[in-house]
């Protein structure tokens, strides 16, 4: 089945600097990758999603960039705010199949 | 703005005892999910439910587990016998379909405690 590995699991910025956030999928028939995040205490939700007929996605402050070649695709944040600090997962979707695999989370702290 | 609802928002039990987890999808969607979070950790996919019936479960989705959809908009998760290593965070989530993207939409939550 699909793995999903996620790194780092930790990561501190400035506020006002960019968070880069990797992942790597095993299943090259997966096609689709949301990112979720997840505030203490609270449900994940989705941020930013990316298909496989797209190499790069942005929306605002925030962009996805998937390399299929080398089954890696990336959260970049720029500009962070204090209300980034958050968890972040990564995770990806096969269209065969029913699920949606969760990488094991990145821990964003945005130092003031 | 539709939401997924879960009940209770916390349930402690004793080890050995039967928990029924309760979702209410939202009301369009048609795939029902029930996923863990063990505190600090990532969320793992337990089971995936379409048209009445399990269409993908995990390893961790063993007999204990089952899960039933008794009227048109009530999605639930029953642990036969809840156990020390069952105690973690449930999320219920839906889908409206499964064209290989759509968003997952996710329930604030079921936190279980077992002693």
Redesign the interface.
């Known amino acids: 089945g699909e793995n999903v590995e996620q790194h780092p699991s930790t990561l501190s910025v400035q506020e006002g600097d960019s968070a880069v956030i990797k992942c790597t999928y095993s299943d090259s028939a997966s096609?689709?990758f949301?990112w979720?995040k997840?505030e203490l205490g609270?449900?994940?939700?989705?941020i930013i999603?990316i298909?496989s007929n797209v190499g790069e996605k942005k929306d605002q402050r925030i962009a996805v960039t998937l390399n299929k070649t080398a089954k890696h695709f990336s959260l970049h944040i720029t500009e962070t705010q204090p209300e980034d600090s958050a968890v972040y997962?990564c995770a990806a979707?096969m269209?065969r199949?029913?699920?949606?695999?969760?990488?094991?989370?990145t821990r964003l702290h945005i130092l003031p | 703005e539709p939401e997924v609802t879960q009940t209770p928002s916390h349930q402690v039990t004793q080890m050995g005892q039967e928990v029924i987890l309760r979702c209410v999808p939202i009301s369009n969607h048609l795939y029902f999910y029930w996923y863990r979070q063990i505190l600090g950790q990532k969320v793992e996919f337990l089971v995936s439910f379409y048209n009445n019936e399990i269409s993908e479960k995990s390893e961790i989705f063993d007999d204990q587990f089952s899960v039933e959809r008794p009227d048109g908009s009530n999605f639930t998760l029953k642990i036969r016998s809840t156990k020390l290593e069952d105690s973690a965070m449930y999320f219920c989530a839906s889908r409206r379909d499964n064209r290989g993207t759509g968003e997952l939409f996710f329930g604030e939550g079921s936190r279980l405690t077992v002693l």
């Open positions: 096609n689709y949301p979720y997840q609270k449900r994940p939700q989705l999603d298909r997962f979707m269209n199949d029913d699920k949606i695999i969760f990488g094991k989370g």
